[in-house]
């Protein structure tokens, strides 16, 4: 229940901060309006080989007059930067996150149609493929971000490697292990602290390690949950009885994947969250003071 | 690589629009309008286009506090690749072949 209530309340209080942070941000301003702000970020995520053509997308906005049509101009514009093929290391990152979870829909779309999953199977696959193409473009909007690339993809493979060594890497590992009160505890707290943490001391900058922690936490997800998935497509509908008792064979395999969905969207919320929350707190504690003599140089008043 | 696939029916589009006056420059809204394609399938195509040697781009001065317009025309390449699409008549291997010696150039 708890879980929930933070699932829950967590896209609202992000929603409430980022509004306090900046009212703006949501509103048309004088000079700005809802368009240009959506294709000024969009643009932002471009490689530096793809600038000119942000500077294009931008140029070209600002010959548009109608609200509407500026604004269908700016999402378009906005998906295409998106879906851009990114360079280098970002492009190579965002690739094989996109590999990672085309495999683990295929694997869940495989079990569905293997198991007559009926009705419920084929909805539950839908919502899984919206969430999939979210933590996609999630992912290749971060992957962009100069800097968080390499510190959040290192995020990834710690988070994993904890969550298996304390899970156990067998199928059954993966579905009976029921986390302890010390285990939740590594990793949804002390896991996703550490790379917060780490991060934006590497980086030197708490924008770059709070990137790569909500990075970390998308990717995580995702490549556990492949694990997880392929759990499920070992077992079946066999291996040690569920607790509850008394499922179909699948109904069992049902519960499997929800669980898959359940654990996904658990950890991404709790890396993210705790990984944002200690890169900010380290990018806070790690500020340095302004020198004595640069307060007597900023404010001359105060040399008596 | 140099991938030989045959361009989509949008890209054709793209340069079927370019190639009906392949002198003048045109403006990425314009073509956003001409051809019925959204922004985002838009410069998608420009962009590979222009990657692939068949679209050179220019800027035009901003006016008052209006920034640069991109503009784009086919070049000498593109305008052969059209004409080779066109001898084609939608013949997918042609297409390829042609593409391939534009590779090849």
């Known amino acids: 229940m708890p879980f929930f209530l933070v699932l829950l309340l967590t896209p609202i209080g992000v929603a409430i901060a980022l509004y306090r942070r900046n009212p703006r941000r949501f509103l048309d301003g004088p000079t700005e309006d809802v368009p240009l702000r959506l294709l000024r970020w969009a643009i932002s995520l471009l490689s530096p080989q793809r600038a000119e053509w942000g500077q294009a997308m931008l140029g070209e906005l600002a010959h548009l007059d109608g609200r509407l049509q500026r604004m269908r101009f700016a999402v378009g514009c906005t998906g295409a930067a998106l879906t851009l093929p990114p360079w280098g290391r970002a492009g190579a990152g965002l690739w094989a996150m996109t590999g990672i979870t085309a495999a683990s829909f295929a694997i869940y779309a495989g079990l569905v149609v293997d198991f007559r999953l009926g009705t419920g199977g084929w909805i539950l696959l839908a919502v899984f493929a919206i969430i999939c193409v979210g933590y996609l473009l999630g992912v290749s909007a971060l992957l962009r971000r100069s800097g968080v690339a390499l510190p959040g993809l290192l995020g990834v493979v710690f988070a994993t490697l904890v969550w298996l060594g304390l899970s156990g890497l067998t199928a059954v590992d993966q579905v009976t292990f029921i986390p302890s009160g010390w285990q939740k505890g590594v990793t949804m707290l002390a896991v996703p602290a550490a790379i917060g943490a780490a991060c934006t001391l590497w980086r030197r900058d708490p924008a770059t390690g709070r990137r790569a922690a909500r990075l970390a936490a998308l990717t995580a997800g995702l490549l556990e949950l492949l694990y997880a998935s392929i759990a499920v497509a070992i077992l079946g509908g066999g291996g040690p009885p569920d607790q509850d008792g008394g499922y179909t064979i699948r109904g069992t395999v049902s519960d499997r994947l929800g669980n898959n969905i359940a654990h996904l969207a658990i950890n991404t919320v709790f890396i993210a969250l705790v990984g944002w929350a200690a890169a900010a707190l380290t990018g806070y504690l790690v500020r340095r003071p302004p020198t004595p003599d640069a307060r007597l140089i900023a404010d001359p008043t105060q040399e008596t | ?105």
């Open chain 2, 1 to 105: 690589m140099q991938r030989n696939r045959p361009p989509s029916p949008q890209t054709v589009s793209v340069l079927r629009a370019l190639a009906a006056d392949p002198a003048r420059w045109r403006y990425g809204y314009d073509l956003v309008t001409e051809v019925n394609l959204k922004s985002g399938s838009l410069y998608p195509i420009l962009v590979r286009l222009a990657d692939r040697g068949l679209l050179e781009t220019s800027w035009e001065p901003g006016v008052d506090s209006r920034p640069p317009r991109h503009l784009y025309r086919l070049t000498g390449a593109g305008r052969e690749f059209v004409a080779a699409l066109a001898a084609a008549h939608g013949s997918p291997r042609t297409v390829v072949r042609s593409r391939r010696r534009l590779s090849e150039a």
